[in-house]
């Protein structure tokens, strides 16, 4: 089988193959840029394999990076472009169930192929286009199958994450997993223990951005793997996937504030509770911020009308996280003057004001910073905000001028 390599980033990364093999070398691309390709999705890097072991591609490549040497991986730059260029490899056993003890680099495809986590993942292809297929990959990406290379008991105990990947990739593909496969997942479910809580979070998050999340669900659920997340013995992730699902369409647009937010909501975690809850699934500061403000927002939209006071705490993403919530509820005239009010605010944050701390000490012939200069300040915000002062410096002037600061 062959496939027209169109795509631009095969057409810049070809003549990284044909400068391999000119040395001699093979070289492919492989893994998700291959499967994407077969699928008719887009693909966003390319992954490149090569009979060449890692001093040979430096010596190919003089302007290189040795990000990952030891597992075999050099970065090369070719004209302008970085690839990631990992040699062919057989591993040993994994005592941390993370990553190989040992690897031994090899000179055949096939070999390297063994190593893979899914059948969808272990093809190739050459700069010719010629599909590489050794345990009926594309067999499976026509049945809609995610099936596990050898023996699925072996390759889960080797990397237990790639029991996140799988169900992960049944909530983006739509596909199912294969029985033997299933099976090796829910035996083995207690192995993510080993598994960083950043590695697990990352899949976790692209299972609940998935499409299909909703047709995934029930093998999620089943696989037992939920019930080693953080906190697991106190939060019911089964019924915040749930609520998720029941609050977002498939085809919604969606972000990991909303899924993360929609998650708590569902698990009923208290707002109190949430910050440590989602440092515990190491979320970045600004990630806990937007989550946190679409919970409280929500809450608020819930209760009553929102006001201008209202939407004056949060930032331009946060009202753009629950436009495309409301979207995705399929209210649309809710969403869109949601976000217009937001726009027509007069300001969006204290730095708008058209005055700052330091005019108004000179107004108000302070020789040094104190309290009352931020209580000037929210005087204002709050009648900016009101209606009943417009944000100009000389009315501002006027108003604190006219104002008993005393």
Not at 140 to 167: K, S, Y
Not at 262 to 280: D, F, N, S, T, Y
Not at 295 to 324: F, H, I, N, S, W
Not at 362 to 385: C, F, M, N, S, Y
């Amino acid at each position: 089988m062959k496939l027209q390599l169109t795509h631009p980033l095969f057409q810049k990364a070809i003549p990284v193959l044909e400068k391999i093999e000119s040395h001699g070398y093979e070289a492919y691309f492989v893994g998700g840029c291959v499967r994407d390709s077969l699928l008719g999705q887009v693909i966003s890097d390319i992954d490149i394999a090569s009979s060449a072991f890692p001093q040979e591609i430096q010596a190919i490549f003089p302007k290189h990076f040795d990000v990952g040497i030891d597992h075999g991986t050099v970065v090369v730059l070719h004209q302008g472009e970085a690839y990631e260029i990992t040699t062919f490899r057989t591993e040993s056993t994994y005592t941390d169930h993370r990553r190989p003890d040992q690897v031994a680099f090899v000179r055949n495809l096939e070999e390297d192929t063994l190593r893979r986590d899914f059948t969808m993942n272990a093809m190739a292809i050459d700069r010719q286009g010629q599909v590489y297929d050794y345990h009926q990959g594309y067999q499976d990406l026509e049945n809609q199958l995610i099936r596990a290379v050898g023996r699925p008991h072996a390759r889960f105990e080797e990397d237990a994450l790639r029991m996140m990947r799988g169900v992960r990739f049944a909530s983006q593909l739509g596909f199912k997993i294969e029985s033997a496969t299933f099976q090796a997942i829910q035996d083995l479910a207690s192995q993510l223990q080993h598994i960083s809580i950043e590695r697990i979070r990352i899949e976790f998050e692209k299972l609940m951005l998935g499409r299909y999340l909703d047709q995934a669900a029930a093998e999620i659920e089943a696989s037992q793997l939920l019930d080693y997340f953080p906190q697991a013995d106190d939060l019911d992730y089964r019924q915040g996937l749930t609520y998720l699902i029941d609050q977002t369409q498939p085809e919604a647009i969606k972000n990991p504030a909303l899924v993360w937010g929609l998650l708590m909501i569902g698990m009923g975690v208290k707002p109190g509770q949430m910050k440590p809850v989602l440092r515990a699934w190491t979320l970045s500061n600004d990630l806990i911020d937007r989550v946190l403000a679409f919970v409280a927002l929500d809450r608020t939209y819930q209760a009553r009308a929102l006001t201008t006071e209202d939407y004056y705490p949060y930032c331009q993403k946060d009202m753009a996280t629950y436009g495309q919530y409301l979207q995705g509820l399929g209210r649309h005239e809710e969403a869109d003057r949601l976000v217009q009010a937001y726009q027509d605010l007069p300001i969006h944050h204290r730095q708008d004001i058209a005055i700052n701390g330091r005019q108004v000490m000179d107004l108000l012939d302070l020789t040094k910073g104190g309290p009352l200069i931020g209580q000037v300040l929210a005087q204002v915000e709050a009648a900016i905000l009101k209606g009943d002062l417009v944000n100009e410096e000389a009315a501002i002037r006027d108003f604190i001028q006219q104002g008993d600061w005393d």
